[in-house]
C-alpha cells in the first residue's frame, strides 16, 4: 500500500541555519504531496502542497518540489526561525481515494536562539 | 480561511464512561470528515472516514462498536468513545474537507481516562 517515510528528530539548529527534512513516498498512482505543520497541542496545519511532478509548493519562506523520479518531496527553508520549532509531517492524497491522507511519522524540529 | 472547531479540547473522565468529541466547520460545507488519532510523538492514523448522510468507514483495527461516528449534517461530526478505558487516551483530531476545500484540521482534543 501507499507510505510515506520521513527522516527521524528531532533535528536541532540554530537560528538561521538552513533546513531539510527528508520525505519519500511510496503510492500505486500519482498522489498529491503535502507538508502540514504542527505546534504543540495544537492540529495541523497545511504548510504547502503540490499535486503534480516538478511543482513546487511554498510557503511562508518553506518550499517542497515533487521529484517523481526520485519518489521525494523534501522540505527545505534557507533561514529558520526560533517560531519554527514544531513537529512537521509529509503526507500524500491519491486521486480516487476521497481525500484520505497518509501520513509520514513526523520529524520535529527545534531552532535554538 | 476555513475553519474546524473541534470540542472538548481537553477531558478526564473515569474509566467505563463514555465521551462525545464535536467536530464543526463553521464555514464551509464539509461532505467528508475524518477522524485520526495520535499516540504521543508518532504520527496519526486514520481511524475512519465520514460522510454526510451515510455510516462511517472505518480503517482496518478499528472497533466500530468502540469508537462511534455520526455526521449527521454538513457542518457537525461526532465520534463517541465507548466505554473508555485508559488504553484509549489519546490525542483525537478531526478534519473536514468539503467541494473543493481541502482538508481543514481542527486543534484536536486530548482524551485521559483514569
Known amino acids: 500500500g501507499d507510505s510515506v517515510t520521513q527522516m527521524e528528530g528531532p533535528v536541532t539548529l540554530s537560528e538561521e541555519a538552513f533546513l531539510t527534512i527528508n520525505c519519500t513516498y511510496t503510492?500505486?498512482?500519482?498522489?498529491?504531496l503535502f507538508w502540514y505543520v504542527q505546534y504543540p497541542g495544537e492540529g495541523l496545519q497545511l504548510l504547502l502542497k503540490a499535486t503534480k511532478a516538478d511543482d513546487k509548493g511554498s510557503n511562508k519562506g518553506f518550499e517542497a518540489t515533487y521529484r517523481k523520479e526520485t519518489t521525494s518531496f523534501h522540505l527545505e527553508k534557507g533561514s529558520v526561525q526560533v517560531s519554527d520549532s514544531a513537529v512537521y509531517f509529509c503526507a500524500l492524497s491519491e486521486k480516487n481515494q476521497g481525500g484520505k491522507l497518509i501520513f509520514g511519522q513526523g520529524t520535529e524540529l527545534s531552532v535554538k536562539p | 480561511g476555513a475553519v474546524v472547531s473541534q470540542h472538548p479540547s481537553w477531558v478526564i473522565c473515569k474509566s467505563g464512561t463514555s465521551v462525545k468529541i464535536e467536530c464543526r466547520s463553521l464555514d464551509f460545507q464539509a461532505t467528508t470528515m475524518f477522524w485520526y488519532r495520535q499516540f504521543p510523538k508518532q504520527s496519526l492514523m486514520l481511524m475512519a472516514t465520514?460522510?454526510?448522510?451515510?455510516?462511517?468507514?472505518?480503517e482496518q483495527g478499528v472497533e466500530k462498536d468502540k469508537f462511534l461516528i455520526n455526521h449527521a449534517s454538513l457542518t457537525l461530526s461526532t465520534l463517541t468513545v465507548t466505554s473508555a478505558h485508559p488504553e484509549d487516551s489519546s490525542f483525537y483530531i478531526c478534519?473536514?474537507?468539503?467541494?473543493?476545500?481541502?482538508?481543514?484540521f481542527g486543534d484536536g482534543t486530548r482524551l485521559s481516562i483514569l
Open positions: 503510492a500505486t498512482g500519482y498522489p498529491s
Open positions: 478534519s473536514a474537507a468539503g467541494q473543493r476545500q481541502p482538508q481543514h
Open positions: 465520514s460522510n454526510e448522510g451515510s455510516k462511517a468507514t472505518y
